[in-house]
């Protein structure tokens, strides 16, 4: 006799689903959805003078360059690893495939908080050794010497 409850492929997904969704709407559509707010209040002349502030267009134009400086660069150096990897056997190949394939499986954040943990800190960072440099500096602490 067959249940009334459907087997599902993947056990969990609904929860999964709901928890993903949840993230996904406080990290990307609450702070989207307070700017546009925010420029709901504001007219096209206001807007308008903020997009087009030197800061913002100096912004813009770093953004661009930047963006499109990575995009030739990763084009043409994929471009030749693509080729080099499908054409031609050499010793340590396997190893160069896995470390192309590497950012599809690893977030870029991950290594970059992992090497910041274990690498030493700079001076003047907090640590737990130097209780001095941990020291919360107000506006008090700041005008006069410890």
Known sequence: MPSSRSK????????????????ITLIILLPIAAMLLKLAGMGWPEFWRIVSSPRAVAAYRITFTSALCATVLNGLIGLLLAFVLTRYRFPGRRVLDALVDLPFALPPPSPGWSWSRCSPRPAGMA??????????????SASSPP
């Open 127 to 140: 640590s737990s050794s130097n209780p001095a440099a941990s020291r919360s500096i107000t506006p008090s």
């Open 8 to 23: 599902h492929l993947l056990p969990g997904f609904g929860l999964t689903m709901g928890i993903s969704l949840f993230y």
